[in-house]
């Protein structure tokens, strides 16, 4: 269950980073934040799914 916690804190904190750097107009910084986003949230999944099998 931490584990979970954590990685649901982790896609909160790459998503709230995402969206304020989409906001500064600033796309290389965008676009790592947005790629950060994306790992995070497959991490998150496959953490779900496992807890799910």
Do not use: I, N, Y
Not at 17 to 29: D, I, K, N, T, W
């Amino acid at each position: 269950m931490t584990e979970f916690l954590a990685l649901s804190r982790e896609v909160e904190a790459a998503s709230f980073a995402e969206m304020r750097l989409f906001a500064s107009g600033r796309p290389v910084e965008w676009d790592a934040a947005r790629q950060r986003l994306e790992d995070a949230k497959a991490r998150f999944d496959a953490h779900a799914r496992t807890m799910r099998a």
